[in-house]
């Protein structure tokens, strides 16, 4: 509790998370869930779903889901700090994606009012959560080129992550994995836009297993009970040939709890490093890379020391 009280002190948006909670609460508003309660993720909550399917049912709601607090503990919830931070390394790269975002994807950034900030020596105010988008598609960038003709990605949101690699990658077709009223946010959000190639949504009961050229997740796989683990292990990971995963469970801590060891996640996954998650955002946090660029790692990241 003294923890959480400090969380409010110090970051406003989480304290106007934790009151709307409350006055929902006390208003006893419905909650929305996709599955039962065993096959739920850490962000399957039932206030994130109402959220979502506000947003599809208001255009009001849509034109500022990225400010509505119940989406923003999921979603959106990248501070100011971090995204500088996230700013800072992709810029130390000098590989030209930034530049590339000015004029696509942080142009564009303007779809569901998201919270934006000024930073050094950048003229536009920019997302923190874009910024680390953009420093994933640098890591995408560095780790296994430029061209991809399909890329996997388990637990897209709204899809913000999809279309900035569609700005600043080659990519022919993504598959984005995700809850399927999730799905209809991420269609209704991309569609709102023009992408030079293609995406298809999918929750995972409407897949079969294939081949992709890379599986992406930014922490949703890792926040996924294991017996769900285990079915996007068998339908979208083991036959990819380059995997990118940012996680949070498997290395202890609360999040852990009913989620896949690391030691399970070897015996599963196609042999893969562990990485440094930076900026690291959680205790626990590290990355997953399989099938990538040595020398890019190398240089630009830092190998997980595990106890």
Not at 112 to 117: C, E, L, S, T, V
Not at 171 to 191: G, H, M, Q, R, S
């Amino acid at each position: 509790m003294i923890e959480k009280i400090k969380k409010m002190i110090s970051d406003p948006l989480y304290a106007q998370y934790v009151w709307r909670r409350i006055y929902l609460k006390l208003l006893g508003t419905e909650k929305v869930f996709a599955h039962k309660s065993e096959f739920r993720s850490d962000s399957e909550n039932g206030e994130y779903g109402a959220a979502v399917m506000k947003a599809l049912e208001s255009q009001k709601y849509f034109d500022n889901f990225k400010r509505n607090p119940e989406y923003q503990a999921i979603l959106e919830h990248v501070n100011r700090d971090d995204g500088e931070k996230y700013l800072n390394i992709t810029l130390s790269r000098n590989d030209g994606l930034f530049d590339l975002a000015l004029k696509t994807s942080c142009r564009a950034d303007d779809v569901g009012n998201p919270i934006k900030y000024k930073y050094p020596d950048i003229a536009e105010a920019l997302s923190p959560n874009t910024l680390r988008y953009i420093k994933v598609s640098s890591d995408l960038s560095g780790l296994f080129g430029r061209e991809f003709k399909s890329i996997a990605e388990i637990g897209c949101g709204y899809g913000g992550q999809a279309l900035v690699n569609d700005q600043l990658l080659s990519v022919n077709l993504a598959t984005l994995f995700d809850l399927p009223f999730v799905n209809e946010l991420i269609k209704k959000y991309l569609n709102s836009m023009l992408l030079n190639g293609a995406y298809r949504v999918r929750a995972i009961n409407e897949s079969c297993p294939e081949p992709y050229d890379l599986v992406i997740s930014n922490y949703a796989f890792s926040e996924l009970p294991s017996i769900l683990q285990r079915t996007y292990i068998k339908k979208v990971m083991a036959g990819a040939k380059r995997g990118y995963l940012t996680m949070n469970s498997g290395l202890g801590g609360e999040r852990s709890e009913g989620k896949l060891t690391l030691k399970q996640l070897e015996e599963l996954l196609p042999p893969f490093e562990i990485f440094e998650e930076e900026p690291l955002t959680a205790p626990h946090n590290y990355i997953i890379v399989w099938g990538h660029n040595g020398d890019f790692a190398s240089k630009y990241m830092k190998q997980k020391k595990l106890d």
